[in-house]
């Protein structure tokens, strides 16, 4: 398994190219070397290391495990219909018992309104993504709820590519975000669920310094800069991706138009997910095709350092913005093999210091995850995301 993530196609290579050996020791033991110190280790095993059976993959493959998979959990794959949904089956032969539901269903919807529809209607017990706007929809309705989370695990940030004509100078970056109001925004798109961001990590998270703010709304300010750094006329091409920014659309449009309004021309490209990845990780011609700026998210939880590190760190996997400063890598480095707590903190402090110096980033906000639930269910939001279709408690 650990060999299947250090693959060149491997989004998780980043992370487990920490790992410079797996020796198996018996039938229930192996060793995961290191070339030194990691005190994220233990953090990968548990998020990401997901073990294989090798048997079946060496005899199905790579795209037939992908098709049907096997694990070892409560419920087995029954369907998938790929776009439409996946149906899961209790598995009788689950070592802690019978699961409670007979089936769990997975069903994509990927209209916003039309989701909040069937969850008011009662063909849905849970949904994904409320639209802020919409959480007095279903606020207001019977039998349903909104259930937000405590802090934010998909922060929203906009990628400046710093080897472009224009961007490459760090005063049009600041003039950048200075020009956008992001508190505005999370006023008006997120309905206050969620806080502006000046900094690569959200708010209540290891890496987020809270001595930073975010960048004043101040388009005098912005106009200053770009004088300053001799840019006129200036066009960017804002670029987002269908579906994986939640309201991308109007997210655009508002940055958009902020920027026109301290003389930044912008023209905006949205491409489905497909064609955005492929733009996103082109590394052989340098995202020659991806937007200037770029909206895009990254998900936070335990794992949040190694995530961001991979956006920011110069020479690793999705570097998609080519920001380099050697400082911040190695700060980077020094809080991924601390194992002082208040020696990370500092690292980390300071890396989130300079790269909000640096702005590689228009930093937007942290929206608050919003889920809609039946009160059919007794359910939670969790910090993480995660849905868990049975309770593991009794296994412990």
Not at 55 to 75: L, Q, R
Not at 82 to 105: C, F, H, M, Q, S
Request: hydrophobic share 40%; glycine share 6%; net charge negative.
């Amino acid at each position: 398994t650990v060999e299947l993530m250090q693959r060149e196609r491997s989004q998780a290579r980043s992370y487990y190219n920490e790992f410079s050996a797996v020796e198996v020791v018996d039938e229930y033991t192996v060793d995961l070397v290191t070339d030194g110190p990691y005190s994220g280790t233990l953090q990968l095993i548990a998020d990401y290391l997901n073990p294989v059976p090798p048997e079946y993959y060496d005899e199905v493959g790579e795209d037939g495990f992908a098709a049907a998979p096997v694990g070892t959990g409560p419920y087995m794959l029954d369907s998938w219909s790929r776009g439409d949904r996946i149906v899961l089956a209790a598995n009788p032969d689950w070592y802690n018992g019978t699961p409670k539901a007979d089936e769990v269903v997975f069903w994509v919807v990927p209209e916003d309104s039309t989701r909040v529809s069937v969850l008011i209607n009662g063909e849905a017990d849970l949904i994904v993504a409320v639209p802020p706007i919409q959480a007095s929809e279903v606020e207001s309705a019977e039998n349903v709820r909104i259930e937000a989370s405590e802090a934010s695990v998909q922060p929203i940030w906009s990628g400046l590519v710093v080897s472009r004509e224009g961007l490459d100078d760090r005063r049009v970056r600041h003039a950048i975000n200075h020009a956008v109001n992001r508190e505005a925004i999370v006023e008006r798109l997120l309905a206050g669920y969620g806080e502006a961001m000046g900094q690569p990590c959200p708010p209540h998270t290891s890496c987020w310094n809270p001595d930073l703010e975010p960048f004043d709304h101040d388009p005098d300010r912005a106009q200053e800069l770009l004088a300053e750094a001799g840019v006129e006329d200036l066009t960017v091409t804002l670029n987002f991706p269908t579906g994986v920014v939640p309201q991308g659309e109007l997210l655009s449009q508002a940055i958009a138009a902020d920027l026109r309004r301290v003389g930044i021309n912008v023209d905006i490209v949205q491409d489905e997910w497909s064609v955005f990845a492929g733009k996103l990780f082109d590394f052989a011609n340098q995202q020659a095709d991806l937007g200037d700026v770029f909206l895009m998210y990254y998900k936070a939880g335990p794992t949040l350092e190694r995530v961001v590190a991979t956006v920011l760190v110069s020479d690793r996997n999705w570097n998609w913005t080519h920001y380099g400063n050697p400082r911040v890598d190695e700060l980077w480095r020094k809080a991924e093999t601390a194992l002082d707590d208040e020696a990370r903190r500092k690292a980390l402090y300071e890396m989130a210091e300079i790269v909000r110096e640096d702005a590689p980033w228009l930093f937007l906000y942290a929206p608050l995850s919003l889920w809609g639930v039946s009160d059919r269910i007794d359910w939670m939001a969790r910090n993480d995301d995660f849905i868990f279709v049975e309770d593991m408690s009794a296994a412990n």
